[in-house]
């Protein structure tokens, strides 16, 4: 069975028209650009639980959406 994507743009949408990635806050401390780019590009706290995401549309409007998704569950919390 498929996962679905609501687009606010599209519809809902089958889940392989996209690309996602994980999106988290980072520290304060870190004021470095590049050292916080560097954190965003290849470090993911990987949750087990309710996540912030990042979605591309890359086969539909080619907008970016943010969602709260369970990684468990595949379950969306929150559309943002
Ligand atoms: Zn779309």
Known sequence: MSMNISCPFCGDRPLEEFA???????????????ERNLDRAFFYNNTAGVQR????????CRR???IQRDTITDRIVKHE
């Open 20 to 34: 996602y990635g994980e999106v988290y806050d980072i520290p304060e401390s870190i004021t470095d650009p590049d």
């Open 64 to 66: 970016w959406i943010y």
């Open 53 to 60: 995401e990042a979605w591309f549309h890359s086969y539909g």
